[in-house]
């Protein structure tokens, strides 16, 4: 696309005038107009007039006016010269085609770069080291802003819409109430189904009520239910987030005075907060019908006795213990999602990767605080 230039239609073309070569400099005058449309000049008189030149000086004196065919004509000149050996003096051109021409020699993919050398291993590791340092430098930076918001929520000072908290709040809850139950109730089955088959050979098939209400008001329901959001709202956070960045409206947000992350990541925390306790309870409702289904059609107990069994089976302790875990996969669910929204590059394809990224991070960090809790519900006796 050629470059911007003052229309001079009665000028002479662009000319490429080498000057006969004195005390080793060869001086090639550039003048005239330079347009694609009339296209490039031959260099075949500068290439004879190279022999025995020790320097040449590329003057443009009588420069008329140019676009990017001066630029390909000047990329030439010097690939002559570099065959030659022969040094090049650019400090009589115009410094905005200076400008370019530097520009264009650091653009990569020049076919004149050498090619990088092989990385050895010891680097390979420092590099790969100082990525995981990065990213947990951008981890603890957005947990402060973050954490920096909340006060100014607590203290009334926030800038949120409560119409995107209620429509989030609808999209994270409500709308996930098919594919919370389809799993749980899943779940249920296959645990009562494995235990079923275990339990039947000692006599003891009505302790599968308690295999299932204990695995499934303790772990299992608010794990699974934790999985299916991080794979549902998690990502789904992450690819508006990144698109509204690639638009440049997270930009916009912060030229206008509002903080992005009250406006936006405020309310999708508080909605998985608020939301994620709910669908727990549901998935652990859910999961022992699914339990009380495999009860009734295999092992012949009673809708009644399942359900009494069950009640037996769990405490008041546990179900606040597998609340307490949802509400916090929530705050995870939510932060990774935001992080990685956040950390978005500027094309459509990192958009993609973004929802990736919160997807495996969430992941990660729900299995990560799953063991952490096994581990304190038992040094605590819980």
Known sequence: MPLPHTSEPFSQPGRVAPEPASGGVLVVNISGAWRLEDGIPSLDALEQELNGAQRVVLRAQELKSWDSSLLVVISRIEELCRRAGTAVDRSQLPHGLMRLLELAAAAPGQTGASPAPPRSWLTRVGLAAIDVFDAAGGFIDFLGQLSAAF????????????????????????????????????VGVILAFMGAVQLQQFGASIYVADLVAIGIVREMGAMMTAIIMAGRTGAAFAARLGTMKVTQETDALATMGISPIEFLVLPRVIALVLMMPMLCLYADLVGILGGATIGAGMLGISLTTYLRESIHAVSLGDFAGGLFKGTVYGILIAYAGCLRGFECGNSSSAVGEAATAAVVTAIVMIVSACGLFAYLFHVLGI
């Open 151 to 186: 006060v100014r929520l607590f203290t009334s000072r926030a800038r949120l819409r409560l119409s995107d908290l209620f429509e989030i709040i609808q999209q994270s809850g409500a709308d996930a109430l098919p594919i919370v139950a389809l799993i749980s109730y899943l």
